[in-house]
């Protein structure tokens, strides 16, 4: 039981917004699409509803063709990060809809809606109308009604973006559980890796209109394809350095050379591109074995408990995720600081090479 994209791509005026893609979701899992704004996200998932038509490939539910079937006569649910709720029913009719015009009992409609709207923190709100809530409060009614919708597939685009950071985390941690139980195949659109680390399930990441990866969450995170799909599953996006590869060593900039050990011993002689994370790079030396580059200091981003560096190391822009509050003076020169067991391998066409070792013991 799945829902099948058979090498299905969207077209409009002439320009590509979805490449040919295929991908296979199976029954009662969570799958995560991440990427950028205006990475194609929101146009799968209207291919996916039926909301648009294929230019090219099939779209295949339980293994029977659907492409032309309209999105009235398929079992799906919705939820956009903007909220769409009727605003002259109160929140208990709202959230009630779908399963009247299924012709469900009064009873069992009671119940549900009952259910949801606790689940949802809407109990003491169900006789409002949508536009005497909070924002917060009309996505969770928004949610609600998917919910209680009973759908073979659900999906959710971007639709905690609005919350506020307490309800956020509740949701992130509920939505998977519920929808798990319900047998759904759940779709979660997210522009955030934390988001989808979070989320757990498969992820596909997009770029301009592309599938990059899809597999489990943690393996796209650990052991990205190519580079492309390490900059997305990246935030800030990963930092790159032109490498070379010569006898048993690694050569970097300035000099520096590290022993190409495990899976680096088998690469090629030749040019390559190293990739990094933020978080890995490190304004202190962590051991005596570390990589150190020079670099010239652009502007700081106090978070509260962490702070982002952004550097110039030889016309690179980089950016280090650092924890705790630095009082850095702009314009300076630095050395900054990376851990080996963190670098990644691409080769110049942004293949992986060789994932991160650390990557490969976690």
């Known amino acids: 039981m799945a829902l099948v994209l058979d090498n299905v791509s969207k077209v409009v005026d002439g320009r590509t917004h979805i490449h040919p ?20 996200k929101t146009s799968l998932m209207r291919l996916m509803a039926g909301l648009d038509k294929p230019a090219t490939g099939r779209i295949l ?11 009235q006569d398929r079992n799906v649910a919705m939820v956009y990060q903007q909220f769409v709720n009727y605003p002259t029913l109160s929140v208990r009719e709202n959230i009630a809809s779908p399963l009247k015009v299924a012709g469900r009992p009064k009873g069992e409609i009671e119940e549900a809606v009952h259910k949801a709207a606790a689940l949802m923190k809407l109990d003491g709100m169900l006789d409002r109308k949508p536009l005497e809530l909070s924002g917060g409060q009309q996505q969770r009614c928004a949610l609600a009604r998917a919910l209680v919708k009973d759908a073979g597939l ?51 990441t997009l770029w301009e209109g592309r599938v990059t990866q899809f597999g489990p969450t943690p393996e796209v995170y650990r052991r990205p394809a190519d580079a492309v799909t390490a900059r997305v599953f ?30 680096l011993a ?8 190293a990739g990094f994370r933020p978080n890995h790079l490190e304004l202190e030396p962590p051991h005596a074995g570390c990589l ?21 190391h030889g016309g690179e822009r980089w950016v280090g995720l650092v924890h705790g509050v ?25 293949a992986l090479a060789a994932p991160a070792s650390y990557a490969l013991a976690a």
């Not at 519920?178 to 759940?186: D, K, L, Q, V």
């Not at 990246?234 to 050990?261: T, W, Y």
């Open 21 to 40: 893609t295929t991908l296979t979701l199976e029954k009662g899992t969570m799958n995560v699409l991440l990427g950028p704004t205006l990475a194609g």
């Open 61 to 71: 539910w339980h293994g029977e063709d659907v492409t032309d079937r309209r999105v």
């Open 154 to 204: 659900v999906l959710l685009d971007e639709p905690l973006a609005n919350l506020d950071y307490k309800l956020r985390e509740e949701l992130r941690a509920e939505i998977p559980r519920i929808f798990e139980e319900s047998g759904a195949i759940f779709v979660y659109a997210t522009t955030e890796p934390e988001e989808a680390l979070l989320l757990g399930g498969s992820t596909a």
């Open 234 to 263: 990246s935030d800030p996006p990963m930092n790159f350095l032109k490498i070379a590869k010569a006898g048993d060593r690694l050569l970097f900039g300035e000099g520096q050379s590290v022993p190409a050990l495990g899976t």
């Open 266 to 273: 088998g690469l090629r002689d030749g040019r390559y591109l």
């Open 292 to 312: 150190t580059f020079p670099a010239i200091l652009s502007e700081t981003e106090i978070t509260g408990s962490e702070t982002y560096v952004h550097i110039d």
């Open 326 to 350: 630095r009082s850095l003076r702009h314009g300076s020169s630095m050395n900054v600081y990376v851990d080996p067991a963190h670098v990644y391998v691409f080769a110049e066409d942004g």
